[in-house]
Structures are given as C-alpha cells and as structure tokens.
T-cell receptor, first 114, second 115 residues
Framework: AQSVTQLDSQVPVFEEAPVELRCNYS??????LFWYVQYPNQGLQLLLK??????LVKGINGFEAEFNKSQTSFHLRKPSVHISDTAEYFC????????????FGAGTRLFVKA | DTGVSQDPRHKITKRGQNVTFRCDPI?????LYWYRQTLGQGPEFLTY????????KSRLLSDRFSAERPKGSFSTLEIQRTEQGDSAMYLC?????????????FGPGTRLLVL
C-alpha cells in the first residue's frame, strides 16, 4: 500500500521569499511522484512529476522538487514566490508496476503575503 | 477549450434524492478517473475506466454510487439516495495510456451539497 504525508497543512511566506513544501511517501514498490496545484474553485494542475532519472525535477511556474529515495521524500521548492502562487499544493504517488491509481496527500496551503 | 469538462459545476440537493454528474474527458484520452475531495483533504480515488471498461472501484464507493462510460467517451457518476456525508467536490480526470506513467488532467469538479 502507498501513502503520502504532507508535513505542513499551511505555509505562510512573504512575497519574494523562498519556500519549501514537504512531502514524505511510503510504498512497497517503486513509485512515480507528482506535485499538483489547485487554485480556488479550479481543478488540479500538474506542476511536475518524477518518473526516473535525475532526482531534481523542474516544473512550471519556477517550481522544482527533489526525489530522495533514502528519506522517501519529494519536497517542493521555489526560490522566490509571488502573490499568485497562493494556492493549495498536493503531493501524490502512484506505483510504477502498471498501476494507475494515484494517492494524494492532504494538501498544503501556501499563503503568500505582500 | 479541449480540457476536461464537468457538468454541473455545482449541485444542491436534498437528502434522499438521486444526482448524476457528467464528465467529458480530453477527446483522445482512453482512461478516465473519478475522485472525491472533501474540505481540507486531497482527492480520494473512487473508480477508473479504460475505454468503456470499469477496471477498479475503491472500497469508498458504496452501492449507492455507480459510474458508467458507455461508449468510452464521456462518463457519468450517479449517487442514489444521497446522504449529507456525500457532500464533497467530485473530480474527474483523464489520461492517455500510451504515455509512460501518463499524466492525469483534471476537470474543474462538481461541488455537491446535500441538505
């Protein structure tokens, strides 16, 4: 079975400051990892995904994430946030053994203050 | 707009009534997923179709829930005898199985409120 834990339910940060949203996962099989963003009253949009290869993954809107197998983590980072980054961020995992079911974390609300 | 669409966007119903939601996936996508999202939580997997075949159902999906994808295109999710606990956002996503671990593209969701 797979599970995802997002370690922070809310992260307040000032505009232009760096931010890290933390995600840990557990799985008995190799996994694919994802970060999605959800703006108010909208569906989820894929920010980035890790399938294999380089552990540093770059996504849209200046976000990046690093896969750490030994620590079973996939933390999301951005060096300088904007007000428009205020949203809910979800970490997700799915198995790579032909599985398609995606397990989501509970989400982290990023609140960027002026 | 060639994204995933869902209809209606909002639904208010009384307990005990039946409701049906529709999802139109991206046209060439052969996989379609339904998720439920409650306030403060991430989406929870409900069920999944490959073409018209329903291949997996979550234990979360009680007998009051049924989903169909009759022609492998759009899908419907019906909830019979709604309960207040069914109040949630119902999300649909679609993907193309030819991709390596295909990306799921999500619709805007249908927000259900059961009074």
């Amino acid at each position: 079975a797979q599970s995802v834990t997002q370690l922070d339910s809310q992260v307040p940060v000032f505009e232009e400051a760096p931010v890290e949203l933390r995600c840990n996962y557990s799985s008995s099989v190799s996994v694919y990892l994802f970060w999605y963003v959800q703006y108010p009253n909208q569906g989820l949009q894929l920010l980035l995904k890790y399938l294999s290869g380089s552990t540093l993954v770059k996504g849209i809107n200046g976000f990046e994430a690093e896969f750490n197998k030994s620590q079973t983590s996939f933390h999301l980072r951005k060096p300088s946030v904007h007000i428009s980054d205020t949203a809910e961020y979800f970490c997700a995992v799915s198995g790579n053994t032909g599985g398609f079911k995606t397990i989501f974390g509970a989400g982290t609300r990023l609140f960027v203050k002026a | 707009d060639t994204g995933v669409s869902q209809d209606p966007r909002h639904k208010i119903t009384k307990r005990g009534q039946n409701v049906t939601f529709r999802c139109d996936p991206i046209s060439e996508h052969n996989r379609l997923y339904w998720y439920r999202q409650t306030l403060g939580q991430g989406p929870e997997f409900l069920t999944y179709f490959q073409n018209e075949a329903q291949l997996e159902k979550s234990r979360l999906l009680s007998d009051r829930f049924s989903a169909e994808r009759p022609k492998g295109s759009f899908s419907t999710l019906e909830i019979q005898r709604t309960e207040q606990g069914d109040s949630a956002m119902y999300l649909c996503a679609s993907s193309l199985s030819r991709e390596v671990q295909e990306t799921q593209y999500f619709g805007p969701g249908t927000r259900l409120l059961v009074l």
